[in-house]
């Protein structure tokens, strides 16, 4: 039961809040402070300031907090009924205000035999029936069982969509790509630049070639525009409509848009509006994965997932990871004023994570206003990005070390590799862990003189450290590792939402974008000169551009 203490600390604006002002106060003293001083000051740092939960180890000790922060901040999230929040998104409350929606892709993870009643439904009756359907399909394309149109069997999988629809599905790709049947051929085509579907057909024959389209709404203009190229090109190549029946499937909400489409309801894997599109990837929209990879394998990645929703829901919040992952990232965020965080994968097969972990955060938590519509009045969502180790270290890591921006790292690795090559694998993990230790120690030009540097060299070769980082390491990346961690990251997006008081699960600043385009794309269309009322830098580059345009098909 909430107490009514906690439920007007929780609707009083942020700032205002007795624990906001005293974390204030704490990162005042905090900012003053050095990594190497709070190393110096508690030889157990290491130790103390880290967690295991669900095979993942987090090492948050060099993060700029002590434990007054982390007790302060403990204090906000249970002031703004974080609690609450939690259970309401696990019930299937409407939490979604906006859109007057639940939230329950953790419903997408539950095992079999558990009931989720929902608005008088068991909504994980409807899970497992798709989830079952998908294994039918997929063990049907990955045996041969399933015959294209000419009697051939499926080679190549073309996944078609965008957003959620896209970037789940590609980054499960090829961050399993261990686990996946090499047989099959596996590639992603999102972007309404025709290049990206001509580039990844041109080798493709089509008598051995499966779109999955991918769409929550079935009305996204790139993914329709991709989904009638792929027909075209499929018709072009087999010359009868019957063809698409054995080389389509659809993953949509919207049944009436796929049958209009012209894909058979029969081809189609449904899912609710209750998945947001980026929490998609465990949904149909994992239909990709799945054939990639496997029932089993796709089922033990629904269990890391599972595993890391009960430890969300059930662990007291100090020993909670997604909630001191959340907690850390909004004290560097609001407390520290560091503006974005970089996520760094020291493992090749999560090359896609970054570009993932983008949509996911700064889609959901990029806003301004409050649930109830008020200027949130703190800052919200860090900008988000990063690259795997070890490239990122020869490219963007001389500015986290020297340059003027503050910028939080998470470090993310793996005691062991899908593919020993010779001693490469320390060397990557010596490398994750010497960022960090460099990052956060830097080099002071006491030490840098010493070395017998010439003076003039000495400020270029000092590094001021205190640069703030935490450490994700685990065994070995499987699907169930990384279910947990996208389940991690989920939940700390959650967290950090629930606090600033945001909706994280609706995305009304896309829309504006996608209206002005249906105008301007008439303009671009007219085959008579069309009168602009745009401003006068949109009109001049529309005039030109209609001026210099190549041919089109
Ligand atoms: O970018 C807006 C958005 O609605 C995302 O939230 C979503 O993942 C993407 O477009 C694709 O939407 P759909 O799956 O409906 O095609």
Redesign the pocket.
Known sequence: MKSKTSRTTAERPLAATQQWKALQRLAATLKRRHLRELFADDAQRGERCALDAVGLYFDYAKQRVDERAVALLLALAQARDLRGRIDAMFRGDRINTTEDRSVLHVALRMPKGKRLVVDGRDVLAGVHEVLERMAVFCERVRSGAWKGHTGERIRHVVNI???????GPVMAYEALRHYSDRALDFRFVSNVDGTDFAEATRDLDPARTLFVV???????Q??LANAHAARRWCLAALGDERAIAKHFVAV?TNRGEVERFGIDPANMFGFWDWV???Y?MDSA?GLSTMLAIGPQNFRDMLAGFHAMDEHFRKTPFERNLPVLHGLIGLWNANFLGVESLAVLPYEQYLKRFPAYLQ?LTM?SNGKRVTRAGKPVGVETCPIVWGEPGTNGQHSFYQLIHQGTRKIACDFIGFCETANPVGDQHDLLIANLFAQGEALAFGKTAAEVRAEGVPAALVPHKTFPGNHPSSTILTRKLDPRTLGALVALYEHSTFVQGAIWGIDSFD?WG?ELGKVLAKRIGAELAATKTPKLAHDSSTNALIRRYRRQRGPSA
């Open positions: 969509g965008i957003g959620g629809s896209d970037l991918c769409s929550k709404t079935f009305t996204t790139e993914t949509s947001g599109g980026r998609s929209i949509q889609e995305q896309v």
